[in-house]
């Protein structure tokens, strides 16, 4: 008995000292990971510290920070590394500690750095779905993640296409950040919003919106992606043709990203951005001088990088006419595109390929990709179309909404204020409440009605815009595309015997051309307004027994290009009218300078109609462009029509014209 009882309590002692050493060792642990957790917080760049301190937080079931430095490791792996397949392998193993992580800022968080991750990989719903995760778990006393994830939300439905849900979510992310003073992201989220108006063709509201961020950002101390809004405003530059520009932004993009925190991973995008601008631009010995320069860094020509590099060395090999390299990366460019469908990028890539077999003389392949071009051209631009009005519905509804529900709040507070009187001073003061909520309600109605009106107006404006902007493309696309096709056939068809053959691509070519000069006046551009307007009236002149009186004056140096095409719209359109519809058999045309005033009178003897019937309840959007573009130009529009004739007047006052000429 004594035996057992010694063993019994040798035995105790052992195992309270196995027990004094797991708690020890548990302690020890507890404070180890409590080191590793701040040093990890500060440093948020060393791989392997941010792997450690996620094990030994998952061992010692300390989710939280599991999660947290999951976060940050993600991060790191999206701005550092690059290697987002890493990333998914972190994603597939903290999936299982999600539902035991009690801070829903780290929630947050966490969403937020997976969505940018499926952003990067290309998967843009996965990304919609991790941003709305990470705005739903954002703590609205800290709202910083919320912005976030509205902003993150914004440049995905941009690059989707999906303009309204876009400009809505990026204007709720603005309106945060003003409210939490962050001028920073606010910046940001402003960058993106240009982006969102040039892709709906709207480029002075985006280059003016570019300016005024860029001189705000270039005044903040340690701003970092400065060098963003260079790279976007040369992307810009080179849809609108702007080589010098183009090329000055690459530049300016460059000297800014030096001093920025993210230097490592925007300086191959915007440096093989700039490449492909010098191999467009007669300067292929400094492309080439540059691509062999960042070539030596092999983590600049993959992931990520790796579509802005097959882009830069196919129009390096292009320009030096290795037509065979131009291909194959030029291909290998469609694939990537294809596999992200990224639609502008998959057309410009069937466009550059149709040019490359051109020039080898395989006209097959050349005109299979011009017709893959083509194809998706016209279908983006239908696209768009519908999604430009589907972005000015949105703002409108939305607008609409916001103010019928303010009318509501107000509605309700005025009754409730009735009610609180009413008790008071019902016999005495019922009469002046009904009469000052009949003033008030008529007030605001007028208020509501005027606002609306507004609204139309600019969504007028903003279609005559954007149509513009299709007549310019089609008219290009008629004379590049089409014309040229059409200019060898008529060349081929001159080889043969076939007059009738002759005479038919003859006939096209000079009716696409036709239909090119009426979609976009090449004349306005390279002649000014004055030449252009007088051409247009010889033309009708030598077309139509109308006789004409004019007297035009030279008013180039008082119009700017924009204020120029919408007066030549507006004659367009009024002449056309007369000969239509007026019977008139002669017209007076007067065009003067005078002081800040431009006055243009247009007088015809036909037999008139009601201005104000035609106005208020036509369906033709003639009369009703001329009223907006005038206004575009800050016009003053009178027409004074009878049986008699019609002289339509119009006054434009050149120093309130935004558009003016420099």
Not at 164 to 185: P, Y
Not at 351 to 377: D, P
Not at 523 to 533: C, D, R, S
Request: overall charge neutral; aromatic content about 10%; charged content about 25%.
């Amino acid at each position: 008995m004594r035996i057992i009882t010694v063993v019994f309590l040798l035995n105790l002692g052992f195992f309270c000292k196995a027990q004094a050493q797991t708690a020890f060792k548990q302690k020890e642990e507890a404070n180890r990971l409590i080191l590793l957790d701040s040093l990890a917080d500060l440093t948020q760049e060393n791989d392997s510290l941010l792997r450690e301190t996620i094990e030994m937080a998952i061992k010692l079931d300390s989710f939280d920070i599991a999660l947290k430095q999951s976060a940050n490791l993600i991060n790191f792996i999206n701005y550092q590394t690059n290697e987002r397949e890493e990333g998914k392998k972190v994603i597939s193993k903290t999936r299982e500690i999600l539902p035991l992580v009690q801070d829903k800022n780290i929630l947050s968080k966490y969403y937020f750095e997976v969505a940018d991750l499926y952003y990067y990989l290309g998967d843009f719903d996965a990304s919609i779905k991790n941003y709305s995760n990470s705005y739903t778990y954002a703590d609205p006393d800290n709202p910083r993640f919320m912005g976030l994830a509205k902003f993150g939300l914004g440049v995905v439905f941009v690059d989707k296409g999906d303009f309204g849900n876009a400009s809505l979510a990026l204007q709720e992310a603005i309106k945060l950040f003003r409210e939490q003073k962050d001028t920073v992201k606010w910046i940001d989220v402003k960058n993106s919003m240009t982006i969102l108006y040039g892709k709906n063709g709207f480029y002075q509201e985006e280059e003016k919106e570019r300016q005024e961020i860029i001189a705000l950002a270039s005044k903040l101390k340690g701003y970092s992606n400065l060098s963003i809004i260079y790279y976007n405003a040369a992307a810009s530059a080179n849809k609108l043709n702007k080589q010098k520009a183009r090329i000055d932004y690459f530049k300016k993009a460059i000297l800014s990203n030096e001093s920025s925190e993210y230097k490592t991973f925007f300086e191959p995008v915007i440096k093989f951005g700039l490449i492909a601008a010098y191999a467009e631009n007669d300067s292929l010995e400094k492309a080439r001088k540059m691509l062999n320069e960042i070539e030596k860094n092999k983590d600049y020509t993959k992931g990520f990088n790796e579509s802005f590099y097959l882009d830069a060395k196919k129009k390096v090999a292009f320009a030096a006419q290795n037509y065979t390299e131009a291909i194959n990366y030029g291909a290998a460019y469609l694939n990537l595109k294809k596999a992200s469908n990224e639609y502008e990028e998959i057309q410009e890539a069937e466009h550059f390929l149709s040019k490359v077999y051109k020039k080898m003389g395989n006209t097959g392949k050349a005109l299979e990709h011009f017709e893959n071009y083509v194809t998706i051209k016209d279908s983006i631009g239908d696209i768009q179309k519908t999604r430009t009005l589907s972005y000015y519905q949105t703002l409108y509804e939305t607008e609409k909404r916001d103010l019928q529900i303010k009318a509501q709040q107000n509605d309700i507070a005025l009754l409730n204020t009735e009610n609180r009187i009413k008790n008071q001073w019902l016999l005495f003061g019922g009469l002046g409440l009904i009469s000052l909520f009949g003033f008030v309600s008529s007030r605001r109605s007028r208020n509501f009605g005027k606002k609306k009106q507004e609204m139309q107006e600019v969504f007028i404006q903003k279609t005559l815009t954007a149509q513009e902007e299709e007549r310019t493309r089609v008219a290009l696309e008629l004379h590049d595309g089409v014309g040229q096709q059409l200019m060898l056939l008529t060349r081929r068809a001159g080889n043969s015997n076939d007059e009738s053959l002759q005479s038919l691509a003859k006939d096209t070519l000079e009716n696409v051309r036709a239909i090119s000069r009426g979609l976009h006046p090449a004349i306005l551009e390279k002649f000014g307004f004055t030449v252009a307007i007088q051409d247009y009236i010889n033309a009708i002149d030598e077309n139509s027994d109308l006789f004409f009186t004019i007297e035009i004056e030279n008013i180039d140096a008082f119009l700017g290009e924009q204020s120029a095409l919408h007066l030549y719209r507006i004659f367009q359109e009024l002449l056309n009218n007369i000969l239509k519809h007026a019977e008139a058999t002669s017209v007076m045309i007067d065009i003067i300078k005078k002081d800040n005033l431009i006055k243009c009178v247009i007088e015809d003897n036909g037999k008139g109609f009601d201005y104000q019937q035609k106005r208020k309840f036509s369906k033709s959007l003639g009369i009703q462009s001329v009223i907006e573009r005038c206004k575009i130009i800050h016009a003053e529009l009178k027409i004074n029509s009878s049986s008699e004739g019609t002289i339509v007047d119009i006054t434009i006052n050149n120093s309130l014209n935004i558009n003016t000429a420099e």
